[in-house]
């Protein structure tokens, strides 16, 4: 009865160390996520762009891929539509000019 109970107990905390990778792993996931969409926040993405890319997200991820956990895939789709937005590779515009030669805003060259 003990050693039932044991294996019970061992099983029981393998499936709670399970849980917890699946967790952690989901929780990485999100965090990729929410700095994607802050990079694009400060980037001011439009709201219409943004619902076009979470849109996007949902359908794809409509009927869910037999072995993997909806919302992890959902996260891992959404993480990839937002990587894939190319507001995040573009350079800003005062990058792509060429340095300013004046050091006075003020002055005009002809």
Do not use: W, Y
Request: glycine share 2%.
């Amino acid at each position: 009865e003990k050693v039932e109970e044991t294996e019970l107990l061992k099983m029981e905390l393998q499936m709670l160390e399970t849980e917890r990778v699946r967790l952690s792993l989901v929780e990485e996931k999100l965090m990729d996520v929410l700095q994607l969409l802050q990079q694009l926040r400060d980037l001011n993405i439009s709201k219409r762009a943004l619902g076009k890319i979470l849109l996007s997200t949902l359908e794809s991820c409509r009927d869910p891929q037999p072995g993997k956990a909806q919302l992890f895939e959902v996260l891992d789709t959404l993480q990839q539509e937002l990587t894939a937005c190319e507001l995040l590779h573009r350079q800003p515009v005062e990058q792509a000019q060429s340095p300013r030669s004046l050091s006075n805003p003020l002055v005009i060259s002809c």
